[in-house]
């Protein structure tokens, strides 16, 4: 064979560029699920952290308005506030070890209301006590 017959070939076959950009595909779908689970994650955190905002507010009534906010059953309300709906529970739980009737623990129940459903997302729950005044 002489020099002139032979041709130097440069450049990328078809099946290369293939095998690269199927790679190129993977690491593509691969990094977007890590994103997207990193994204809720990060959602469910903040909502957490608001919820938990709203149970703090709940306590802080309670406390300062011991008097007047006495639980004797369990109380629901639906409530607006850091710009979301929330559903509150708020149950009344014995205290144990102490024979005071002014003591009064309270679990303070707080989730997210779903947009355009009854359905409730993230929350959080505070457990707080509450002493009335003796007069």
């Known amino acids: 064979m002489s020099k002139n017959n032979l041709k130097i070939q440069t450049g990328f076959t078809l099946i290369e560029v293939m095998v690269a950009l199927m790679i190129l595909a993977l690491v593509a779908v691969t990094a977007t699920k890590v994103s997207s689970g990193y994204l809720r ?7 957490r952290t608001l919820a938990h905002f709203v149970a703090q ?3 802080t009534d309670l406390q300062i308005n011991a008097e007047k906010s006495w639980l004797t059953s369990v109380k629901k309300q639906t409530i607006k506030e850091q710009g979301r709906q929330w559903q509150v ?8 070890g102490s024979a005071d009737k002014n003591l009064q623990r309270v679990n303070i129940h707080v989730v997210e209301m779903l947009e ?20």
Do not use: Y
Request: charged share 25%; no cysteine.
């Open 41 to 47: 994650t990060v959602d469910g955190m903040r909502t």
């Open 57 to 59: 507010n709940i306590a």
């Open 89 to 96: 529970t708020l149950t009344p739980k014995e205290f144990t």
């Open 116 to 135: 355009n459903s009854n359905k409730t997302g993230t929350g959080t729950e505070l457990n707080i006590s509450l002493m009335k005044s003796e007069k």
